[in-house]
Protein backbone atom coordinates (compact mmCIF):
# COMPACT_ATOMS: atom_id res chain seq x y z
CA UNK A 1 0.00 0.00 0.00
CA UNK A 2 1.13 3.20 -0.89
CA UNK A 3 2.03 5.55 2.13
CA UNK A 4 2.25 9.32 2.69
CA UNK A 5 3.21 10.85 5.52
CA UNK A 6 3.53 13.95 7.09
CA UNK A 7 5.86 15.32 9.94
CA UNK A 8 3.41 16.98 12.08
CA UNK A 9 -0.66 16.61 12.51
CA UNK A 10 -0.90 20.12 14.66
CA UNK A 11 1.65 22.46 14.49
CA UNK A 12 1.10 26.28 16.12
CA UNK A 13 3.53 28.82 14.79
CA UNK A 14 3.15 32.87 15.54
CA UNK A 15 3.37 35.62 12.48
CA UNK A 16 6.67 35.74 10.84
CA UNK A 17 8.10 32.50 11.58
CA UNK A 18 9.17 30.16 8.86
CA UNK A 19 7.25 26.88 9.21
CA UNK A 20 8.40 23.93 7.43
CA UNK A 21 5.86 20.98 6.76
CA UNK A 22 7.47 17.90 5.23
CA UNK A 23 5.96 14.92 3.23
CA UNK A 24 7.64 11.88 2.51
CA UNK A 25 5.92 9.10 0.28
CA UNK A 26 6.90 5.33 0.08
CA UNK A 27 5.68 4.24 -3.47
CA UNK A 28 8.96 5.99 -5.34
CA UNK A 29 6.08 8.28 -7.26
CA UNK A 30 7.46 11.19 -9.69
CA UNK A 31 4.46 13.40 -8.46
CA UNK A 32 4.12 15.28 -5.49
CA UNK A 33 1.64 17.83 -4.91
CA UNK A 34 0.84 20.67 -1.69
CA UNK A 35 -2.87 21.63 -1.27
CA UNK A 36 -4.48 23.88 1.51
CA UNK A 37 -8.28 22.74 2.48
CA UNK A 38 -10.63 25.47 3.79
CA UNK A 39 -13.77 24.84 4.84
CA UNK A 40 -16.30 26.06 1.76
CA UNK A 41 -13.33 26.38 -0.47
CA UNK A 42 -12.22 22.88 -0.82
CA UNK A 43 -9.00 21.48 -1.71
CA UNK A 44 -6.66 24.26 -3.60
CA UNK A 45 -3.14 23.03 -5.46
CA UNK A 46 -0.30 25.46 -3.84
CA UNK A 47 2.64 23.95 -5.66
CA UNK A 48 3.31 20.47 -7.48
CA UNK A 49 6.59 18.76 -8.61
CA UNK A 50 7.13 15.70 -10.95
CA UNK A 51 10.59 15.04 -10.46
CA UNK A 52 13.26 16.08 -7.95
CA UNK A 53 14.27 19.46 -7.95
CA UNK A 54 11.53 20.19 -10.63
CA UNK A 55 8.23 22.35 -9.58
CA UNK A 56 5.56 24.36 -10.77
CA UNK A 57 3.27 26.80 -9.21
CA UNK A 58 -0.13 25.80 -8.43
CA UNK A 59 -3.33 28.04 -8.08
CA UNK A 60 -2.00 29.82 -4.65
CA UNK A 61 1.33 29.39 -4.39
CA UNK A 62 1.55 33.29 -2.92
CA UNK A 63 3.70 33.66 0.46
CA UNK A 64 4.94 29.47 0.00
CA UNK A 65 8.02 27.96 -1.79
CA UNK A 66 9.06 24.25 -1.60
CA UNK A 67 11.65 21.92 -1.77
CA UNK A 68 12.17 18.43 -3.66
CA UNK A 69 16.18 17.10 -2.67
CA UNK A 70 14.67 14.03 -2.90
CA UNK A 71 12.51 11.93 -4.69
CA UNK A 72 10.39 10.78 -1.67
CA UNK A 73 10.61 13.54 0.73
CA UNK A 74 8.55 17.35 -0.66
CA UNK A 75 8.38 20.02 1.82
CA UNK A 76 6.29 22.85 1.78
CA UNK A 77 7.86 26.27 3.18
CA UNK A 78 6.04 29.10 4.03
CA UNK A 79 8.78 32.28 4.67
CA UNK A 80 7.52 34.35 6.55
CA UNK A 81 3.87 32.82 8.29
CA UNK A 82 1.07 34.94 8.34
CA UNK A 83 -2.39 34.28 9.86
CA UNK A 84 -4.57 34.08 7.09
CA UNK A 85 -2.28 30.56 6.53
CA UNK A 86 -3.75 28.72 9.44
CA UNK A 87 -5.18 26.05 7.63
CA UNK A 88 -5.30 22.66 6.85
CA UNK A 89 -2.37 21.42 4.54
CA UNK A 90 -2.33 18.05 2.48
CA UNK A 91 0.40 16.04 0.22
CA UNK A 92 -0.64 13.79 -1.78
CA UNK A 93 1.63 11.42 -4.17
CA UNK A 94 0.80 9.66 -7.81
CA UNK A 95 2.59 8.22 -10.27
CA UNK A 96 3.13 9.74 -13.52
CA UNK A 97 0.80 9.95 -16.51
CA UNK A 98 -1.47 7.51 -16.33
CA UNK A 99 0.02 5.33 -14.26
CA UNK A 100 -1.85 4.06 -11.11
CA UNK A 101 -5.07 4.99 -12.83
CA UNK A 102 -4.27 8.89 -11.88
CA UNK A 103 -5.19 8.07 -8.21
CA UNK A 104 -3.87 10.74 -5.92
CA UNK A 105 -2.68 9.44 -2.66
CA UNK A 106 -3.11 11.87 0.23
CA UNK A 107 -1.48 11.95 3.34
CA UNK A 108 -3.12 12.43 7.25
CA UNK A 109 -2.99 16.00 6.99
CA UNK A 110 -1.28 18.81 8.90
CA UNK A 111 -3.50 21.63 10.37
CA UNK A 112 -1.53 24.80 10.70
CA UNK A 113 -2.34 27.76 13.11
CA UNK A 114 -0.63 31.05 12.89
CA UNK A 115 -1.01 33.07 15.80
CA UNK B 1 -9.99 26.94 -17.00
CA UNK B 2 -11.62 23.93 -15.43
CA UNK B 3 -14.21 24.24 -12.67
CA UNK B 4 -15.89 21.58 -10.28
CA UNK B 5 -19.40 22.29 -8.65
CA UNK B 6 -21.18 20.62 -5.51
CA UNK B 7 -23.88 22.51 -4.57
CA UNK B 8 -25.06 20.78 -1.31
CA UNK B 9 -22.73 21.64 1.56
CA UNK B 10 -24.24 19.37 3.85
CA UNK B 11 -26.15 16.15 3.49
CA UNK B 12 -28.11 13.45 5.68
CA UNK B 13 -29.46 9.87 5.30
CA UNK B 14 -30.48 7.25 7.18
CA UNK B 15 -28.25 4.27 7.56
CA UNK B 16 -29.24 1.50 5.29
CA UNK B 17 -30.90 4.14 2.46
CA UNK B 18 -29.69 5.68 -0.75
CA UNK B 19 -28.40 9.27 -0.88
CA UNK B 20 -27.33 10.88 -4.07
CA UNK B 21 -24.50 13.69 -4.01
CA UNK B 22 -24.26 16.08 -7.03
CA UNK B 23 -21.57 17.16 -9.01
CA UNK B 24 -20.91 19.69 -12.30
CA UNK B 25 -18.18 20.48 -13.93
CA UNK B 26 -16.77 22.92 -16.53
CA UNK B 27 -14.55 22.17 -19.12
CA UNK B 28 -13.32 22.02 -22.77
CA UNK B 29 -11.57 19.24 -23.21
CA UNK B 30 -12.51 16.09 -24.21
CA UNK B 31 -10.73 13.69 -22.75
CA UNK B 32 -10.67 13.55 -18.41
CA UNK B 33 -10.97 11.78 -15.45
CA UNK B 34 -13.57 12.21 -12.74
CA UNK B 35 -12.77 11.39 -9.13
CA UNK B 36 -15.13 10.95 -5.93
CA UNK B 37 -12.70 11.17 -2.89
CA UNK B 38 -13.91 10.33 0.57
CA UNK B 39 -12.46 12.45 3.21
CA UNK B 40 -13.63 11.13 6.82
CA UNK B 41 -13.38 12.92 10.20
CA UNK B 42 -9.72 13.39 11.36
CA UNK B 43 -8.68 10.88 8.76
CA UNK B 44 -6.50 10.26 5.47
CA UNK B 45 -8.86 11.18 1.62
CA UNK B 46 -9.09 8.05 0.14
CA UNK B 47 -10.39 7.78 -3.79
CA UNK B 48 -13.55 6.24 -3.90
CA UNK B 49 -14.62 5.84 -6.98
CA UNK B 50 -13.16 6.99 -11.10
CA UNK B 51 -14.63 7.66 -14.41
CA UNK B 52 -12.74 8.15 -17.53
CA UNK B 53 -14.71 10.41 -19.75
CA UNK B 54 -14.29 8.07 -23.25
CA UNK B 55 -16.45 5.29 -21.05
CA UNK B 56 -19.84 5.47 -21.36
CA UNK B 57 -20.51 3.03 -18.93
CA UNK B 58 -20.99 4.28 -15.48
CA UNK B 59 -18.07 3.29 -13.02
CA UNK B 60 -19.29 1.35 -9.76
CA UNK B 61 -17.16 -0.02 -6.53
CA UNK B 62 -19.89 -2.15 -4.21
CA UNK B 63 -22.27 0.15 -2.70
CA UNK B 64 -20.65 2.82 -4.84
CA UNK B 65 -22.04 4.03 -8.06
CA UNK B 66 -21.62 7.21 -10.94
CA UNK B 67 -24.18 8.30 -12.68
CA UNK B 68 -21.72 10.35 -15.65
CA UNK B 69 -23.72 12.82 -17.96
CA UNK B 70 -21.11 14.47 -20.32
CA UNK B 71 -23.30 15.95 -22.53
CA UNK B 72 -24.69 17.81 -18.88
CA UNK B 73 -21.34 17.46 -17.42
CA UNK B 74 -22.44 16.12 -14.55
CA UNK B 75 -20.58 13.29 -12.11
CA UNK B 76 -23.12 12.11 -9.13
CA UNK B 77 -22.26 9.41 -6.64
CA UNK B 78 -24.95 7.54 -5.13
CA UNK B 79 -24.04 5.36 -2.19
CA UNK B 80 -26.17 2.66 -1.43
CA UNK B 81 -27.42 1.03 1.92
CA UNK B 82 -25.56 3.61 3.38
CA UNK B 83 -23.19 2.77 6.80
CA UNK B 84 -22.19 4.76 9.75
CA UNK B 85 -18.86 4.51 8.39
CA UNK B 86 -19.84 6.58 5.02
CA UNK B 87 -20.12 9.49 7.37
CA UNK B 88 -17.29 11.53 5.62
CA UNK B 89 -16.83 14.31 3.65
CA UNK B 90 -16.74 14.24 -0.07
CA UNK B 91 -15.25 15.48 -3.17
CA UNK B 92 -15.67 15.20 -6.78
CA UNK B 93 -12.53 16.34 -8.60
CA UNK B 94 -11.51 16.78 -11.90
CA UNK B 95 -8.48 15.80 -14.03
CA UNK B 96 -7.57 16.70 -17.56
CA UNK B 97 -6.08 13.88 -18.89
CA UNK B 98 -2.51 14.13 -21.15
CA UNK B 99 0.68 15.50 -19.48
CA UNK B 100 3.01 14.76 -16.93
CA UNK B 101 1.44 15.49 -13.64
CA UNK B 102 -2.19 15.59 -14.31
CA UNK B 103 -3.61 18.09 -11.40
CA UNK B 104 -6.84 17.74 -9.85
CA UNK B 105 -9.63 20.44 -9.82
CA UNK B 106 -11.79 19.49 -6.56
CA UNK B 107 -15.45 20.90 -5.42
CA UNK B 108 -15.87 22.12 -2.53
CA UNK B 109 -17.06 19.08 -0.97
CA UNK B 110 -20.14 17.80 0.44
CA UNK B 111 -20.50 16.79 4.51
CA UNK B 112 -22.47 13.40 4.53
CA UNK B 113 -23.92 12.32 7.65
CA UNK B 114 -25.30 8.97 8.06
CA UNK B 115 -28.05 8.91 10.74
CA UNK B 116 -28.72 6.03 13.25
Known amino acids: DVKVTQSSRYLVKRTGEKVFLECVQD?????MFWYRQDPGLGLRLIYFSYDVKMKEKGDIPEGYSVSREKKERFSLILESASTNQTSMYLC??????????????FGPGTRLTVL | AQTVTQSQPEMSVQEAETVTLSCTYD???????LFWYKQPPSRQMILVIRQEAYKQQNATENRFSVNFQKAAKSFSLKISDSQLGDTAMYFC?????????????FGTGTLLAVQP
Open chain 1, 92 to 105: ASKAPGAAGYNEQF
Open chain 2, 93 to 105: AFMRDGGATNKLI
Open chain 2, 27 to 33: TSESNYY
Open chain 1, 27 to 31: MDHEN
